[in-house]
């Protein structure tokens, strides 16, 4: 084929997403969904996932998914592990593989490592046998579309590369309504006559059901950049309202009611102003760590500082809620047990990574304290959290020397029985409709409760005999 062929000229509806994980699956579904005469395959290395992906028990938790996963699935959805079959049958290739921060060599600990990725531009490059519109849709370093355009032309054969940033802002838990009706759809693109064609294939895909005036279009490195600064921008408000809560501790002040008056200045805006333990998830501190690497590989050592301070608060709020704790019980928490309802990062998925509940349970059981953790959608990623932990050799660091040290309970009810606190991790709705005074008879007394998300009625629980600790107001205690 000609290296100059138009990408209009062609049906261009084949749709590979190489990476089946929390984004490419649910990505490619709605896709798959919303376009019934495109044909959308999703490969993936991990075989185990693809046929977590073709069976009933999907591999990831979102409401919503398994609807649209099964419209789909057999008709014009695909999963499989063919990855050659998959770029030589397809036109367009998203790249949905994990960026994750680098944990060795220089930048570890802040970089993204991007083997993953230029492994999958490699192998792009080694079985194409047509012109390609390639998709960058994990989040990348800016300025990763030059390096991802230079392995793919370094052959210097007749296949033609168009690459094209299209980050994904799914949020996980409303991932299906992300996508089906999204804030906006970013595409960047190189501004040559081929970057802004191949920009319109994909534009004129998202159209089908995205209103056009949210779909917006840039040059390459702003999309890049966009996606990094977004999760920069929504991690700062919660750094700042979680910096302000430890304020309201201290003064009395209440930090809903400091957060309901700041967000309803239309400047501000009331969303993601919500004090908690910390933010969790895949994205936010790997995200931010990897632009204060950016800032600091362009010399911008204070811009770099600035962002980095959004991490370091989120790590001060974290152990602050642990050192709360411990003072709020006589000091010690050796040979205590504390139920953690919820070990997701957030409600509304079974997803851990990041999350505050592992930074909590591993301090807890640091000060020999027992944990018994209840969630509805994330015991499997609990289960192999504390599994890592024996297999580090860190079990050793956590003995009690009396039982078991880290239990697992379906029923939060029953997670709480025999406990001394109760500590919530995660906003589940589920945690508000319990029965508390039942709850707190099967406790051991006097009986703690650690909102980390200021979900419950304190008051109430107050009432009941809890000696309540929420986040940025004043506990309410018997003492
Ligand atoms: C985030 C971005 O929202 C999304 O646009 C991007 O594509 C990926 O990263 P996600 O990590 O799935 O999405 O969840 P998000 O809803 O942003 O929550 C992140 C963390 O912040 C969670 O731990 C959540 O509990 C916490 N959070 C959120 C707060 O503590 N307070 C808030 O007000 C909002
Ligand atoms: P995200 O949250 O960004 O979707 P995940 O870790 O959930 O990240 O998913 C990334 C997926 O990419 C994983 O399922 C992983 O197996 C897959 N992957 C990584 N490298 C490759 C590769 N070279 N080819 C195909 N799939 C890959």
Redesign the pocket.
């Known amino acids: 084929m000609d290296k100059n062929t138009d990408f209009n000229d062609m049906t261009a509806r084949k749709i590979l997403c190489i990476g089946a994980g929390y984004v490419g699956g649910p990505t490619m579904a709605v896709i798959a969904h919303q376009c019934p005469d495109c044909r959308v395959t999703v490969v993936d290395v991990n075989a185990e996932r693809i046929s977590a992906w073709n069976s009933e028990t999907l591999p990831v938790y979102e409401p919503g998914l398994d609807a649209v996963v099964r419209a789909a699935r057999g008709r014009n959805l695909f999963f499989s592990t063919d990855i050659a079959g998959g770029i030589r049958a397809n036109d367009i290739i998203f790249v949905s593989v994990n960026t994750p921060t680098k944990t060795f060599g220089a930048g570890a600990g802040m970089a993204a490592d991007l083997q993953y990725w230029e492994k999958t531009a490699r192998e792009i490059l080694e079985y194409a046998e047509s012109p390609k519109i390639v998709i960058e849709k994990s989040t990348l370093p800016v300025k990763t579309a030059l390096a991802m355009e230079r392995i793919l032309n370094s052959r210097g054969g007749d296949v033609r590369f168009d690459v094209l940033s299209n980050p994904?802002?799914?949020?996980?838990?409303t991932a299906i309504r992300d996508l089906e009706n999204p804030d906006r759809v970013l595409i960047g693109s190189r501004e040559t006559a081929a970057g802004l064609a191949a920009r319109r294939v994909l534009e004129d895909i998202y159209a089908r059901w995205v209103p056009r005036e949210r779909i917006l279009t840039s040059n390459i490195w702003s999309a890049e950049l966009s996606k990094l600064v977004?999760?920069a921008f929504?991690a700062q408000r919660?750094s700042s309202?979680n910096a302000v809560s430890a304020l309201c501790e201290k003064t009395e002040a209440n930090v809903t009611e400091v957060a309901r008056a700041v967000g309803m200045d239309g400047r501000i805006g009331p969303k993601?102003?919500?004090a908690?333990i910390?933010?969790?998830?895949?994205?936010?501190k790997k995200d931010i760590l990897n632009l204060v690497y950016l800032c600091r590989t362009y010399g911008l050592d204070d811009v770099a500082a600035y962002w980095e301070g959004v991490v370091a608060i989120n790590e001060y709020q974290k152990e602050r809620f642990v050192l709360n704790m411990m003072a709020a019980m006589f000091n010690s928490l050796a040979g205590k047990r504390i139920a953690l309802y919820g070990f997701a990062?957030?409600a509304d998925t079974g997803d851990t990574r990041e999350s505050?509940a592992i930074f909590v349970a591993e301090r807890l059981l640091a000060e020999r304290a027992e944990v018994v953790i209840t969630d509805p959608q994330a015991l499997p990623n609990a289960r192999i959290w504390a599994q890592g932990l024996t297999d580090r050799g860190a079990g050793s660091l956590f003995e009690t020397g009396a039982g078991p040290k880290i239990a697992f309970v379906e029923d939060p009810a029953a997670a709480a029985a025999g406990c001394h606190a109760l500590a919530v991790m995660t906003?589940w709705p589920l945690y508000r409709g319990l029965d508390y005074e039942r709850i707190f008879r099967t406790m051991i007394q006097p009986a703690f409760l650690f909102d980390g998300r200021n979900v419950l009625d304190h008051e109430r629980l107050h009432a009941i005999g809890f000696n309540v600790y929420p986040i940025g107001r004043p506990p309410l205690t018997h003492f």
């Open positions: 994904e802002f799914l949020a996980e838990g977004s999760n929504l919660i309202i993601f102003l919500n908690s910390g933010f969790g998830g895949s994205c936010f990062f957030k505050p906003e």
